[in-house]
């Protein structure tokens, strides 16, 4: 076996800061490029090894093919063999789609909406009985399950056109052959019916007869019967009656029960992609533009009685309140009780209103009454956001999607649970033969890619988290289990640090991930500083020895016993503890801290936490537990209504960078990507940086242009005292090109 089929080889390579290096990974092993950050670990794991692979890939392709997808760039290498076909799993959010989720982007869902398609059973919402459509061959096996001898009668019932009468529909069909009808518990041939037909005859109580057989063990049987059920379902409009000495029994072809026409179980009936599917008032987002509870009540720890509800307030609007306080003895609202202790009742009361006071929803309805004065319409835009679609309750599938449910529950019920929960529910899942013959591939696959997203450390994650809401490193995993579910071999997978993010009791979970995906014949690279994730390697590829122009050399290639006997290396020094991060004798001290309390944003339940200021605070726990939760959810978007409006005391200037805009003609009317004549109009916001009230203004462009501003970037100084105007017009989302450019003014 020659070095090229063995291993990827890379000789000369001098991207960024390597420093013409020569390296050997071998092929199918769980390789870590590890090395300080900035020694030029991404820039041989991606700018060089998977730069290369995609250039490969693209130059296999035709002339047409590569037009569209423009030139990829060689590498500054001299050498690279071995390469096989690159995937690179990134530690980003790679799409903007507010549709994808977790369940779309790992292909689960679409495995749910085939196994609904095929098994799912529909249920009437009225009775609860299950919703079957007949063939012939189901009516059939009844008729030839009944004991051998028994007498029966396939039968439909008559169908009148309009302005058609029963004689004349009973010449027709005797025409065609039918011989006999079943009447008042009879059957009798129709030339000895017709005579009694009066005006009090109805059709409804007349069956036509298709067919009369004896059930037996004649071969010819099941087909003739077929045939009569298949006529018989043709003359009653998709119903056949099998008549029998013990009574009546009616078979449907038509998807129907207690009066309503259900939608066949298909995959577009599941998929909130689809306008078969989407739920028609929030078009399959689960969420409308609406009255915003979080808006309308914003401190959920305060009573009725205390303003709680934000719109109440001022003089104008507490006859409202009033109303509610005056009155809530009568029905017994408990107004001295905090919001989020009330009952789900009682929520639903406070919107909806009684006899004795209107609700919120009476309150917008009167704003929206009064819509031409401009403080209405300001109020009701105070309050409205992103609220949950009331039709289809967040699930964005049409209400007939939801009738349709495997082991007693729906596609909705299914796609909020964890996935740890979910991998339980389908592990217990008991199906009959018939099902579980149909469904055992799906099963088989959504079993397994359950079980591989747990493996990865996102067994707390539901399949309608949207994509967007993920982390890199969540993102990151996702990808991997997908991959996993794959089943590709033969390829090079590269990755990104994936144990970021992770507690460490998901790290040996991951290690087994790779392991995975290594053993059906990839080769696995990952670029990591997690001492685990070293020491479960196959092989290990140290760069440094330290960053920047000091790195970008192969400091040592090996397996794990190799490297603890290097001494050139400062990875082996901190894994042989010969060198260690000292830890401080004592402890910062803190006075000032933030409270908070009764914290239940996503899993948190009623979490009291208190956080020191002024000292390096850490929030940890394993993977899902919270923390991003408390930080996020709960601290930031405190803080910054808190200080809404307001310049933060430590500084008194801000900087702004934005981007110059050209037009042709008129400088009010900006067009982008035109040359003609500069206009100093602002239109795109890059971002904020804020500055102590000493620094220069040269130290503004600087930490503009380290932040990675674009060429066509200038940089102006807001002073504090129109630091709130710019702020108030941000969070209005107000930063509009006509918009600014009138409010010029706050520009200093």
């Known amino acids: 076996m020659t070095k090229e089929q063995k291993s990827i080889y890379i000789k000369g390579a001098r991207v960024h800061n390597l420093k013409n290096i020569e390296v050997e990974i071998p092929h199918n ?283 109440w307030r001022g003089e104008t609007m507490r006859a409202w309140k009033d109303q509610l306080v005056a009155n809530a003895y009568k029905f017994d609202f408990p107004i001295h009780t905090p919001f989020y202790q009330l009952t789900a009742e009682q929520k639903r009361l406070l919107w909806r209103g009684n006899e004795y006071f209107h609700g919120l929803n009476d309150f917008f309805a009167y704003i929206d009454s009064e819509r031409r004065k401009i403080q209405f319409r300001v109020m009701k835009a105070r309050y409205t956001g992103k609220t949950v679609c009331p039709d289809c309750g967040g699930s964005r599938l049409r209400k007939e999607a939801l009738y349709v449910r495997i082991g007693g529950k729906t596609i909705a019920d299914l796609v909020v649970m964890p996935v740890e929960t979910l991998a339980d529910f389908f592990a217990s899942l008991e199906l009959d033969a018939h099902d579980t013959k149909t469904a055992a591939r799906i099963l088989t696959e959504i079993r397994n890619r359950l079980q591989y997203l747990a493996d990865v450390g996102l067994g707390y994650l539901t399949l ?124 910062r001290g803190w006075s000032n801290s933030i409270t908070v309390k009764g914290a239940r944003e996503n899993n948190l339940r009623n979490v009291d936490v208190r956080i020191p200021l002024g000292v390096m605070t850490c929030i940890t726990g394993v993977s899902g537990s919270g923390k991003s939760s408390l930080a996020k959810g709960i601290l930031y978007p405190a803080l910054r209504r808190y200080f809404a409006g307001k310049p933060p005391a430590l500084y008194q200037n801000c900087v702004l960078a934005y981007r110059h805009v050209y037009c042709r003609e008129r400088p009010e009317r900006a067009y982008r990507d035109h040359d003609n004549i500069e206009v100093n109009m602002v239109t795109d916001i890059i971002t904020l940086y804020l500055l102590p009230d000493d620094a220069p203004r040269r130290c503004a462009h600087y930490y503009c242009s380290a932040a990675g501003a674009e060429d066509q970037t200038e940089v102006y100084v807001i002073p504090t005292s129109r630091f709130p105007t710019w702020l108030a017009a941000e969070q209005a989302n107000d930063l509009e090109e006509e918009r600014l450019y009138e409010t010029s003014e706050i520009w200093d």
């Not at 994509?467 to 993102?475: A, D, M, N, V």
């Open 29 to 311: 092993r769980l390789v870590v490029i590890t090395g300080l950050s900035g020694s030029g670990k991404s820039t041989l794991a991606f700018d060089t090894i998977f730069a290369e692979g995609q250039r490969r890939y693209v130059e296999s392709l035709s002339a047409y093919a590569r037009q569209f997808l423009g030139k990829i760039n060689k590498p500054d290498v001299d050498v690279i063999t071995g390469i096989a076909p690159a995937i690179a799993i990134e530690q980003k959010v790679n799409t903007r789609n507010p549709r994808s989720t977790v369940g779309t982007t790992t292909e689960l869902y679409d495995y749910l909406k085939l196994l609904y398609a095929r098994i799912g059973h529909t249920f009437s919402p009225v009775s609860g009985q299950e919703v079957k459509c007949y063939t012939e061959d189901d009516v059939a096996q009844y008729i030839l399950s009944l004991p051998e001898g028994s007498r029966v009668a396939v039968a439909a019932p008559l169908q009148l056109r309009e302005g058609q009468g029963v004689i004349e529909k009973l010449t027709l069909v005797l025409g065609e052959g039918i011989l006999r009808i079943h009447a008042a518990g009879e059957t009798l041939p129709i030339e000895d019916f017709l005579p009694r037909v009066d005006e009090n005859t109805r059709a409804e109580d007349i069956l036509i007869v298709v067919d009369r057989a004896k059930v037996s063990q004649d071969g010819d049987l099941p087909t003739r019967l077929r045939d009569s059920v298949a006529r018989a379902f043709s003359y009653g409009n998709g119903v056949c009656r099998i008549v029998t000495p013990e009574g009546v029994k009616e078979f449907s072809a038509r998807f129907e029960a207690d009066g309503i026409e259900f939608e066949p179980p298909t995959e577009h009936l599941f998929s909130f992609n689809n306008p078969l599917g989407a739920c028609p008032t929030c078009e399959g987002y689960g969420k409308i533009i609406g009255i915003d509870e979080d808006l309308v009540i914003p401190d959920k720890r305060k009573t009725i009685y205390e303003d709680a509800v934000a719109c």
């Open 464 to 587: 309608d988290r949207l994509s967007s809401t993920l982390s890199g490193g969540e993102s990151q995993r996702i990808n991997l289990s997908t991959s996993l579910g794959s089943n590709l071999t033969g390829s090079l997978y590269i990755l990104d640090e994936p144990s970021i993010g992770l507690h460490p009791r998901d790290t040996n979970r991951l290690i087994g991930v790779l392991k995975q995906l290594r053993d059906l014949g990839n080769t696995v690279i990952v670029v990591e500083h997690e001492e685990e994730v070293i020491r479960a390697a196959d092989w290990i590829v140290d760069i440094g020895p330290k960053a920047g122009y000091n790195g970008g050399e192969v400091v040592f290639s090996g397996t794990l016993p190799q490297l603890l006997k290097s001494k050139k290396s400062l990875t082996a020094d901190y894994l042989t503890g010969r060198r260690e991060i000292a830890v401080p004798a004592t402890a």
